[in-house]
Structure formats: structure tokens, C-alpha cells
């Protein structure tokens, strides 16, 4: 249904209330609390001593066993070889299997380490993201969500932030979160005790110079386009005509390009390098999905959140469904990767592929594999079925947070088995740290937004976009 009447379009300023800040205070507060409880109140030393003890006499006989098997194969070239890579039993003919080494003995400290990696690459994944919602609406012509482009253009900002923590962690206790960079300070020679053949020949891409180059590299250039597009936007609010809207596509189109190749990048240096044994050729979309879903909602939040307070005045039920469409078909698309990678793994049965998920499927984390399904996929996909439930605020609202928290899973179920397998589990530490991750995002999205106009009155699609119309 088309709007009948003219629409005075109208600038808006954001005012940072005393009530909100106080809101964000508290989560700060209170997830500072939390988190110095969770780790006042880890295992002592002693007991990860002993665990570390009983790690290494595993490494030890593996060793000793896969040596065995080895020694085995080369004596009788055609009998078949058994070997146990992670305690799975594997059954090769004519094919040599490289045993996976048991891992170091992890301090601690890693488990602080561990999480801040966690928040921090996702929060940076929805910033990047962000950024992306903001580029593709100029070189896919889109009008309809005109009105909303400073929501992710706040939420981008946040972007130095997130990568400056994932430095700061690899420099920190990357020997320790990623198996390969232990191994490499090792300088093992082939043949010699404890040499690894699958990380030798990952060795000219994971080893650490390359990757603090592109720790450093790929967020630099996204923050750099950031802030040129951020510019472009707000100089055409202030002069208006068309030339920026024009220097805004070009700049998009070069910025999406980078944003797919080093998103891929950052999401193997980053996420799949910390089980540096196993690789997926969909893990960079599968992050991405994940990013971008958790954006999307983050949006509506935000939309939400303002509309409740008076601003963005022009926003009107059509926009929300649109968001709330977003959310229902990427939450399919998520869900549709992840089946994907699970069952071309499950079905071909690899071992050096299985043990990705043979980790996941044991306790603790075989609660968190199938509430990730729940969360992300089971609820968003029942709940937003219908027109009425995406136009709903409260249903959005619940939706968008079981959607937030979904992911915050699913990345806990990228890092912990890997790095922390049996050490890692869900207590004060990572709800603590989690929710003073969020009080600072949220506080510093909406200091972003209070600092320019929330409308961008001289974009050439802001008519269309405030008289948006889905149709149905």
C-alpha cells in the first residue's frame, strides 16, 4: 500500500540520554564483576599441573603408537593401517594418515585469553559486516534502507577496537590459543621426535609473520574504506548533489571486493587456524553468514530501540519487515552452511576431517552443538514465519536476541574445543566478559550515532526510502 500523502523529509539528532548511559554503565559494571569473579575463581595451578602431566604422557604414547603404525605400514605395503588420530579409529587401504599430535598443556590464564578472542572476533565480524550492509546499499541501487544506513555505519566504527584485542591476544598467549605457533617456536626437523607433517607443510602460510601482517593489514584497509565511505555520507548530507552518492558506489565496489578476499583470510588466520590440523573449504562463508545474520539483528535492535524513543520518525512497519525478512532468510542460510560442512564431513568420513566434529559431539560441548540448531536456526525459523511476527516489535526483539546469542555459541564452539577442549565451559568468566563486551558496544554505536544526524536528508534515495512499500 502506497503512501498517499507527501513526506517532509527532516533531519534528526540523536540525544544520548543519562537514563541510556546508565543502562550501559551498569552492563559494564556488572559484566567487569563477573568476569573478575570467573577468573578469581578458576581451577589453581596445581590441578592444571597434574591435568598438563596426564596430557603429555598422552602425547607421549600417541607418539610411540603412530610411530609404531609407521613402522608397521613400510614393513607390509598392503595390509591394511589403523591408526587413532584424537581417539577416532580410522580405516585407510593403500592411503598413508598422518596422526594428529595431542596437543601442549594450555595454562590458566589461556581460558581469559581464549574468550577475549571469542568477543572480540565477533564483535569485530559484525562491525565488518556492518560496514558491508552500508557499501552494498549503494552498488545494489537499494532505496529501502536509506533511512537506516547510520545504524550500520555507527556499528562499523566499533571495527579497530575488535582487531586491536585479536592482536593483542595473538601477541599475548597465541602459543597457546593456536597449537601452530607453539609448534613452530619448536623448530622441529623432519624425522625428529614430535614432527608435525600436516603443520610442516602449513608452514608457508601459518607461521607468524605472515599472520600479525594480516592481523594487521585486512582490518587497517576495512577501517580505511570505513572511513571514507563515513565521509562521502556525511559531506553529501552537508552539500548535497551527486557526486559523493557516485564516489560512494565506486568506493563500495572496491570495498566489497577486499571485504570477500580478506574476510576469507582473516576467518582461516583467526578461526580455523586454531584446529590447524583441519580445514574447510566453506568455513570463510560459514563466518561470514554468521557475521552478517548477527548484524542484520543487531539493526533491527537499534532500529527498534530508537523508534521506541521517538527518532527515526519515517521508519514505519515496512522497513521492520523488511529486517525481519533479513533475519528469517540468512538465519536459513546459516543453517543451510552449516548442514552442508556437517554432512560432507559426516558422509565422507575423513579422519582428517572428522575430528572437528568429533570434538564438538562429545561433552561438554554436545549441549552446545544442538543449541546452536535451536537458537539459530529452529527459532528464528518458526517464530518469523509469518508477516504479522516480522512486524511484531516484541517477537523482533526476542528473535534478535535469541539470534545474538546463537552465534555467540557458535563462536564459542569455533575456539574452545580447539584450544581448551575439556578446560573450557560456560560460567561467570564468559557471561561476564560477554555482557561488558556489549555494554561498551552498545554505549559506543550510540555515541557514534549522537554525534551525526540520524537521517541523511541529501541522499538521492531518502524519497523512496520514506515511502518504502513491500508489497504485501
Same mark, same amino acid.
Given at each position: 500500500?502506497?503512501?498517499?500523502?507527501?513526506?517532509?523529509?527532516?533531519?534528526?539528532?540523536?540525544?544520548?540520554?543519562?537514563?541510556?548511559?546508565?543502562?550501559?554503565?551498569?552492563?559494564?559494571?556488572?559484566?567487569?564483576?563477573?568476569?573478575?569473579?570467573?577468573?578469581?575463581?578458576?581451577?589453581?595451578?596445581?590441578?592444571?599441573?597434574?591435568?598438563?602431566?596426564?596430557?603429555?604422557?598422552?602425547?607421549?604414547?600417541?607418539?610411540?603408537?603412530?610411530?609404531?603404525?609407521?613402522?608397521?605400514?613400510?614393513?607390509?605395503?598392503?595390509?591394511?593401517?589403523?591408526?587413532?588420530?584424537? %581417539?577416532?579409529?580410522?580405516?585407510?587401504?593403500?592411503?598413508?594418515?598422518?596422526?594428529?599430535?595431542?596437543?601442549?598443556?594450555?595454562?590458566?590464564?589461556?581460558?581469559?585469553?581464549?574468550?577475549?578472542?571469542?568477543?572480540?572476533?565477533?564483535? +569485530?565480524?559484525?562491525?565488518?559486516?556492518?560496514?558491508?550492509?552500508?557499501?552494498?546499499?549503494?552498488?545494489?541501487?537499494?532505496?529501502?534502507?536509506?533511512?537506516?544506513?547510520?545504524?550500520?555505519?555507527?556499528?562499523?566504527?566499533?571495527?579497530?577496537?575488535?582487531?586491536?584485542?585479536?592482536?593483542?591476544?595473538?601477541?599475548?598467549?597465541?602459543?597457546?590459543?593456536?597449537?601452530?605457533?607453539? !609448534?613452530?617456536?619448536?623448530?622441529?626437523?623432519?624425522?625428529?621426535?614430535?614432527?608435525?607433517?600436516?603443520?610442516?607443510?602449513?608452514?608457508?602460510?601459518?607461521?607468524?609473520?605472515?599472520?600479525?601482517?594480516?592481523?594487521?593489514?585486512?582490518?587497517?584497509?576495512?577501517?580505511?574504506?570505513?572511513?571514507? +565511505?563515513?565521509? +562521502?555520507?556525511?559531506?553529501?548530507?552537508?552539500?548535497? %548533489?551527486?557526486?559523493?552518492?557516485?564516489?560512494?558506489?565506486?568506493?563500495?565496489?572496491?570495498?566489497?571486493?577486499?571485504?570477500?578476499?580478506?574476510?576469507?583470510?582473516?576467518?582461516?588466520?583467526?578461526?580455523?587456524?586454531?584446529?590447524?590440523?583441519? !580445514?574447510?573449504?566453506?568455513?570463510?562463508?560459514?563466518?561470514?553468514?554468521?557475521?552478517?545474520?548477527?548484524?542484520?539483528?543487531?539493526? /533491527?535492535?537499534?532500529?527498534?530501540?530508537?523508534?521506541?524513543?521517538?527518532?527515526?520518525?519515517?521508519?514505519?512497519?515496512?522497513?521492520?519487515?523488511?529486517?525481519?525478512?533479513?533475519?528469517?532468510?540468512?538465519?536459513?542460510?546459516?543453517?543451510?552452511?552449516?548442514?552442508?560442512?556437517?554432512?560432507?564431513?559426516?558422509?565422507?568420513?575423513?579422519?582428517?576431517?572428522?575430528?572437528?566434529? !568429533?570434538?564438538?559431539?562429545?561433552?561438554?560441548?554436545?549441549?552446545?552443538?544442538?543449541?546452536?540448531?535451536?537458537?539459530?536456526?529452529?527459532?528464528?525459523?518458526?517464530?518469523?514465519?509469518?508477516?504479522?511476527?516480522?512486524?511484531?516489535?516484541?517477537?523482533?526483539?526476542?528473535?534478535?536476541?535469541?539470534?545474538?546469542?546463537?552465534?555467540?555459541?557458535?563462536?564459542?564452539?569455533?575456539?574452545?574445543?580447539?584450544?581448551?577442549?575439556?578446560?573450557?565451559?560456560?560460567?561467570?568468566?564468559?557471561?561476564?566478559?560477554?555482557?561488558?563486551? /556489549?555494554?561498551?558496544?552498545?554505549?559506543?554505536? +550510540?555515541?557514534?550515532?549522537?554525534?551525526?544526524?540520524?537521517?541523511?536528508?541529501?541522499?538521492?534515495?531518502?524519497?523512496?526510502?520514506?515511502?518504502?512499500?513491500?508489497?504485501?
Amino acid at each position: 500500500m502506497s503512501h498517499g500523502h507527501d513526506i517532509h523529509i527532516k533531519q534528526e539528532n540523536f540525544i544520548f540520554s543519562s537514563k541510556t548511559k546508565n543502562f550501559c554503565y551498569a552492563l559494564i559494571v556488572i559484566g567487569a564483576i563477573l568476569t573478575a569473579i570467573g577468573i578469581f575463581t578458576l581451577p589453581k595451578a596445581e590441578d592444571h599441573k597434574a591435568e598438563g602431566h596426564q596430557t603429555e604422557m598422552a602425547a607421549t604414547e600417541h607418539h610411540t603408537d603412530a610411530a609404531a603404525a609407521e613402522h608397521h605400514m613400510a614393513a607390509e605395503e598392503h595390509v591394511t593401517n589403523y591408526q587413532n588420530i584424537h %581417539g577416532i579409529d580410522t580405516f585407510r587401504d593403500n592411503e598413508q594418515i598422518h596422526g594428529v599430535p595431542a596437543e601442549h598443556a594450555k595454562p590458566i590464564a589461556t581460558r581469559i585469553w581464549a574468550n577475549l578472542l571469542l568477543n572480540a572476533y565477533l564483535i +569485530l565480524l559484525i562491525s565488518a559486516c556492518g560496514l558491508f550492509f552500508f557499501a552494498l546499499q549503494y552498488i545494489a541501487n537499494a532505496g529501502w534502507a536509506t533511512l537506516l544506513i547510520r545504524i550500520p555505519q555507527a556499528i562499523s566504527t566499533f571495527l579497530p577496537v575488535g582487531a586491536l584485542i585479536i592482536l593483542a591476544v595473538f601477541f599475548i598467549d597465541g602459543e597457546n590459543i593456536y597449537h601452530w605457533v607453539h !609448534y613452530e617456536h619448536q623448530h622441529i626437523a623432519k624425522g625428529a621426535a614430535g614432527y608435525d607433517a600436516i603443520l610442516a607443510d602449513k608452514s608457508w602460510f601459518l607461521n607468524s609473520k605472515l599472520i600479525v601482517g594480516f592481523l594487521i593489514a585486512i582490518p587497517l584497509i576495512w577501517w580505511l574504506f570505513g572511513k571514507k +565511505l563515513r565521509g +562521502l555520507s556525511y559531506t553529501e548530507d552537508s552539500e548535497g %548533489g551527486l557526486m559523493f552518492f557516485k564516489k560512494s558506489i565506486t568506493f563500495s565496489a572496491a570495498f566489497t571486493i577486499f571485504f570477500g578476499f580478506g574476510l576469507s583470510i582473516f576467518s582461516w588466520v583467526v578461526m580455523m587456524s586454531v584446529d590447524a590440523h583441519w !580445514y574447510s573449504t566453506m568455513f570463510s562463508l560459514y563466518n561470514f553468514a554468521t557475521g552478517w545474520v548477527t548484524c542484520i539483528s543487531i539493526i /533491527a535492535l537499534f532500529v527498534l530501540f530508537l523508534k521506541r524513543n521517538g527518532y527515526l520518525t519515517l521508519v514505519t512497519d515496512e522497513h521492520i519487515h523488511d529486517l525481519g525478512k533479513f533475519m528469517f532468510a540468512f538465519s536459513i542460510f546459516w543453517t543451510y552452511l552449516w548442514v552442508s560442512q556437517f554432512l560432507l564431513i559426516w558422509y565422507a568420513n575423513i579422519p582428517e576431517e572428522t575430528i572437528y566434529f !568429533y570434538k564438538r559431539w562429545e561433552m561438554p560441548f554436545k549441549i552446545n552443538f544442538f543449541f546452536n540448531l535451536v537458537m539459530n536456526f529452529l527459532i528464528p525459523f518458526l517464530v518469523l514465519m509469518t508477516r504479522n511476527a516480522k512486524r511484531n516489535p516484541k517477537i523482533l526483539t526476542f528473535v534478535a536476541l535469541c539470534i545474538i546469542i546463537g552465534h555467540w555459541n557458535d563462536m564459542y564452539l569455533m575456539i574452545m574445543p580447539g584450544t581448551l577442549d575439556h578446560q573450557a565451559g560456560i560460567g561467570a568468566l564468559e557471561i561476564g566478559m560477554t555482557i561488558l563486551f /556489549a555494554g561498551v558496544f552498545i554505549y559506543w554505536v +550510540l555515541t557514534a550515532l549522537s554525534k551525526k544526524g540520524l537521517v541523511p536528508v541529501n541522499h538521492p534515495y531518502i524519497e523512496e526510502s520514506a515511502h518504502h512499500d513491500v508489497g504485501v
